[in-house]
């Protein structure tokens, strides 16, 4: 009998969650402004990439995060090896970066943004010094399309685009994690 008794998780779980979502929509448990079920979400997916709009933003989104990686990669080598190779270095850094280290991300956009203002130049700033790709809103991709139906509170067009954000990061970080074990296949064959 215990073999017939498995516990929800993994795909299970996920559709038990949306057909929660679709319910609590249907019975407007909360209001259709502020929570669209999962199907009107996906026509807005669809509607949004049907006209051109939501793919012109993705791209624009895959472009930032393209730049600010390979901006951060070269930035990480060439300090990584300057700090490395010089011990006067690392005595005057190293304290700075144990400082910043464990500040989110979430912290220090606040204080670029007053810095630089809401710029492209602060926007990599941004995206180098936290070594992941934030969507910002001021930029032309998928954080303006987020922040402008957030404001007009179209709410699926909303979930629309945070589907869209976590798919594209969830996809991104696979592609990097292959890419990884591709190029550091060596350092398990060395261990």
């Not at 995060?65 to 006067?88: H, N």
């Not at 991709?141 to 945070?162: K, M, Y």
């Amino acid at each position: 009998m215990s073999r017939h008794l498995k516990p929800v998780g993994g795909r299970d779980s996920r559709l038990c969650s949306f057909w929660r979502w679709q319910l609590i929509a249907d019975l407007k448990l909360v209001s259709p402004v502020f929570l669209p079920g999962p199907d009107r979400a996906w026509a807005a997916l669809a509607r949004g990439f049907s006209s051109g709009d939501l793919a012109s933003k993705l791209i624009g989104t895959l472009e930032h995060m393209a730049y600010s990686w390979l901006a951060a990669s070269i930035a990480g080598i060439a300090l990584g090896a300057l700090i490395g190779s010089s011990r006067t270095m690392r005595a005057y850094v190293a304290p700075s970066l144990e400082f910043l280290r464990p500040l989110p991300v979430s912290a220090i956009i606040p204080v670029a943004t007053a810095m630089l203002g809401l710029t492209q130049g602060m926007a990599l700033f941004a995206l180098i010094l936290s070594g992941v790709c934030e969507i910002l809103a001021g930029l032309e991709g998928l954080g303006q399309w987020v922040l402008l139906s957030a404001r007009a509170f179209r709410s699926a067009d909303l979930f629309a685009g945070v589907i869209l954000l976590g798919a594209t990061g969830y996809l991104t970080s696979i592609a990097m994690s292959l890419v990884e074990q591709r190029l550091l296949a060596w350092q398990s064959a060395a261990r």
